[in-house]
């Protein structure tokens, strides 16, 4: 018999609008909306329900994305659907910590919010980072490695799509590079900084300062690192390999296809857009992938039976 996993997208997903029909239909999500609100001290609903700037703005974007990922788990938790395992890209690792389990709901929620600050204000200006298309891991990496300045793989997403980061000149010259050496695109990204490099360790290590105050459970399911692309099971573990995740290479790639190795068979997108299932298409076509998103997306997960 297969198993079912919950995975949870990460920054770039967001738009305004995102988890209002569950707010307005579920008790749940609201719960969810309003405790994200009394532990960072502002209406995280409004936040993500009307137009504003700040949604795009790292230190919002992400208690913003965690709230409605939150808010759409525990509707699915309400409903009976339950998962196997669980994994997050980047700030989704902690929608896969919610999963299983790891934390207090309002400790989470503060805990983002640093994250996102620590995030912004590590590099404010002359990072960047770019996507690289159609070269593996090891060319790209070998090419950043002799590149002056500070420059590496940021996410390894998928087979032929993998994300650099770090100095805006460095990565341009990254970029010129790997063009040269056969990569078929390399993208820009319209980012806030140079996210998960060393140039944002310093963030890691304040983001270590604050997790000294958080109190952390064993995960009642396994959920995978990004660092390690391992299972975690171990409490103790946990709040080492957030704080190194914050500059590390989040590694999708070897992440999804652990899971595939061990007998995933269904995935479960929860939360806004559809990116992590494009990624997951591009490695096998032999996988269930559903995406929560909207209230309408309920009924398709209670057709495969998985209540």
Known sequence: MGKTAFIFPGQGAQYCGMGKDFFESFDA????YAT??????FDVGQLCFTENKELDITEYTQIAMLATEVAILKVLEEKGVRADCAAGLSLGEYGALAAA?????PQMFWLIRCRGVFMQEAYPVGGAMAAVL??????IRGICEETEGTVSIANDNCPGQIVITGEARAVQAASERLAAAGAKRCIPLNVSGPF?????????????AELEHIEVH????PYICNVEADYVTDSARIKELLARQVSSTVRWRE??????????DTFVEIG?????????RKMSRDVRVLNVAKVEDLEAVAGLGLQ
Do not use: W
């Open 255 to 264: 992440t999804m296809e652990r899971m595939l190795a061990d007998g995933v």
């Open 196 to 208: 998960h490099s060393a140039l944002l360790e310093g963030a890691g290590r304040r983001l270590a």
């Open 134 to 139: 159609g070269l593996d891991a090891e060319a």
């Open 272 to 280: 806004p857009g559809r990116t992590l299932a494009g990624f997951l």
């Open 29 to 32: 999500a609201k719960k969810v």
């Open 36 to 41: 994200a609100g009394e532990a960072v001290g």
């Open 218 to 221: 064993e995960p009642r399911i």
């Open 101 to 105: 389990g790891v934390m207090e709901l």
